[in-house]
């Protein structure tokens, strides 16, 4: 089991640039969820999806936000035009089922500096 | 509201016992998590209290109490690895499969 894969781990861009995070969940895993980390927010959810559907996208914080998951192993946060606020870390994480306690299983992150 | 509260930091010396609280107003969650983050890395799984009471799981214990709105995480002959942030968190009934979680703890351990 390779476990929750993200890439970029870091990424530099400019501001007003596009930037595209990406993530494959563990096999077989239904649920996907895209996290967002800073000092001052802790970790905020963004959205989430069930079998490749997004669910609930109320913590994207603006429309400048985008997330897809054209199937089963692959998912995708866009952030068009990129700005210095956005700076974070971005964590992907599936999960197995719906149940109470199914746990959340993280990927190593991306790490977005915005200048 | 919905909003999980933790102590911001946490100091204990190595080999001792420290407890990790998470507070909150609203019950109405399936059941209390507790991850692990160390620095640069992932959060990861630690435990799971769908009952009131104590889960045991080696060195680390978590505990649950709706009716006190609590809960914590309770750390024994600590090691200078568990050097960490804490993170609870909860799946409210309201919100579906959403998994929020609180404010963090950050624990660090002196010899």
């Known amino acids: 089991d390779a476990g929750v894969i993200q890439s970029p781990r870091h990424e530099v861009t400019e501001m007003g640039q596009e930037v595209t995070l990406r993530c494959k969940p563990i096999s077989g895993h239904d649920y996907l969820f895209w996290y967002r980390q800073t000092m001052m927010r802790g970790l905020e959810l963004l959205i989430y999806?069930?079998?490749?559907?997004?669910?609930?996208d109320s913590g994207m914080p603006e429309d400048r936000f985008s997330a897809k998951m054209p199937n089963a192993s692959f998912s995708t946060l866009k952030i068009q035009p990129s700005e210095p606020r956005d700076s974070a870390v971005y964590f992907c994480?599936?999960?197995?089922?719906?149940?109470?306690?199914?746990?959340?299983?993280f990927g190593n992150g991306t790490r977005l500096t915005v200048t | 509201g919905q909003s999980l509260e933790q102590p911001s930091e946490v100091t204990a010396v190595e080999g001792a016992i420290v407890q990790i609280n998470c507070t909150y107003q609203?019950?109405?969650?399936?059941?209390l998590s507790w991850y692990q983050q160390h620095d640069g890395g992932a959060p990861t799984f630690l435990s799971y209290?769908?009952?009131?009471g104590l889960e045991e799981t080696g060195r680390f214990s978590s505990f649950l109490s709706r009716s006190d709105s609590y809960g914590y995480l309770l750390l024994q002959e600590l090691q200078m690895k568990d050097s960490a942030s804490y993170f609870c968190?909860?799946?409210?009934?309201?919100?579906?499969?959403?998994?929020?979680f609180g404010s963090g703890t950050r624990l660090s351990i002196r010899p």
């Open positions: 994480a599936s999960s197995l089922g719906d149940r109470d306690n199914s746990p959340l299983h």
């Open positions: 968190a909860v799946k409210w009934y309201s919100s579906a499969s959403k998994i929020i």
């Open positions: 999806f069930n079998n490749n559907v997004p669910i609930d």
């Open positions: 209290n769908a009952l009131d």
């Open positions: 609203t019950s109405g969650f399936y059941g």
